[in-house]
Nanobody, 121 residues
């Protein structure tokens, strides 16, 4: 099963940008679909963006036009470029890898440890 390590979180002002990265190891990268989820305090974990092995993408309505998910099969990494950040984007962001066509979330696949993103002035 693939192991995932996220990086790139931090504190940013509203309107700023951050780029999260998820490094995968231990299995055949191209066989997996990937997703970024986030969980804010007191809220359920929610899907932010997903990308299939064929590079089909899906975004939550709240981040469309601001966030971009991508994968680099040669470097075995998945990124999430976050622009025009808002305070409501504050959450712990998790990377998920799933061998299904599209990430199923929940108990399926592998999860990273999470990286904190805080948007505040």
């Amino acid at each position: 099963q693939v192991q995932l390590v996220e990086s790139g979180g931090g504190l940013v002002q509203p309107g700023g940008s951050l780029r999260l990265s998820c490094a995968a190891s231990g299995d055949t990268f191209i066989a997996y679909s990937f997703a970024w989820y986030r969980q804010a305090p007191g809220k359920q974990r929610e899907l932010v963006a997903a990308i299939t092995s064929g590079r089909t993408t899906k975004y939550a309505e709240s981040v469309k036009g601001r966030f971009t998910i991508d994968r680099d099969n040669s470097k075995e990494t998945v990124s999430l470029q976050m622009n025009s950040l808002k305070p409501e984007d504050t959450a712990v962001y998790y990377c998920n890898a799933d061998m299904s066509y599209f990430p199923r979330g929940g108990d399926f696949g592998s999860w990273g440890q999470g990286t904190q993103v805080t948007v505040s002035s």
